[in-house]
């Protein structure tokens, strides 16, 4: 489990989840579930939108990147978390810690972005029904989404990049199913305040900003509903925006239960429990 002192990490150890060993059965098949849904479901919504021309609007063209990203993200971790539970081994190779730590943040930066962009797309739907595809044109649409994709890039490989340079010692043991920045930056022997640094800066930054354009877009949705109180409109309203607040509230109260437990120092357990929910049951 221990390695001697030495500047370069060839693999780390994942603890996985907090489990009893008579439960990994159930977990097991319970995870593999739900990706499988989240795979199959996802890649189903990519079809829909792609054959059917009623579909090839600036919502679905969002809806279909966002199904994309969570393909994705769910990829990331879960089939490495069930090899393990599956074979008992924990250990990941160096490169590939640092490889599923990029796309972990790649692809999680995505989704952020992608919901404050639909948040907007539906502000624009409902509060400004007539200029709607004067707005919402084709070019606009496409620039949101590169930018989207090219932060994300930027801000993950910024992290990884840090993190590459630093060196491990004797520790290679990670409490998490995944490897989790966080963790990795513990582990570390070498000066890690740039990093830090960064994770306290950047990574808020990453989830406050699109956080606060939804949190603007719903404002204002609210209040042009409030001046037009009918029943007609209210369901109309709920219908357009209600899976998309149900997974922001979800994938956003999973990340601030994360980040609080962590602040105030509570246990590990909390955190991996409320990981998973935005890993695997956000997607789903």
């Not at 074979?87 to 930066?109: H, L, N, R």
């Not at 000066?191 to 204002?220: K, Q, R, W």
Request: net charge neutral.
């Amino acid at each position: 489990m221990r390695r001697e002192n030495q500047s370069s990490m060839s693999e780390f150890l994942l603890l996985g989840l907090p489990t009893q060993p008579e439960k990994q059965g159930i977990l097991f098949a319970l995870f593999l579930g739900m990706y499988l849904t989240t795979v199959l479901g996802n890649l189903l919504i990519i079809l829909l939108i792609r054959l059917d021309p009623r579909l090839h609007t600036p919502m679905y063209f969002f809806l279909s990147h966002l199904a994309l990203s969570d393909i994705s993200f769910s990829s990331v971790t879960i089939p490495k978390m069930l090899k393990n539970m599956q074979t008992q081994d924990q250990s990941i190779p160096y490169a590939g810690c640092i490889t599923q730590t990029y796309f972990f943040m790649f692809f999680g930066c995505i989704d952020n972005l992608l919901l404050a962009v639909m948040a907007y797309d539906r502000y624009v739907a409902i509060c400004h029904p007539l200029h709607y595809a004067i707005i919402m044109r084709e070019e606009l649409c496409l620039c949101l989404l590169a930018g989207s994709w090219l932060f994300s890039c930027a801000a993950a490989l910024t992290h990884t990049l840090l993190l590459a340079q630093l060196s491990f010692c004797a520790d290679n043991i990670i409490p998490h199913f995944f490897c989790d920045l966080a963790a990795l930056v513990k582990l570390s022997c070498s000066d890690t305040s740039l990093n830090e640094l960064l994770i306290f800066t950047l990574g808020p930054a990453v989830v406050i900003f699109p956080l606060s354009g939804i949190l603007v877009s719903y404002g204002h949705i609210g209040l042009s509903i409030l001046k037009v109180p009918s029943m007609k409109g209210i369901c109309k309203a709920l219908s357009t925006c209600g899976s998309h607040l149900s997974v922001v509230s979800l994938f956003y109260g999973t990340m601030m239960a994360v980040y609080f437990s962590s602040s105030s120092g509570q246990s590990h357990d909390k955190d991996i429990i409320a990981s998973v929910m935005y890993t695997v049951v956000t997607p789903c």
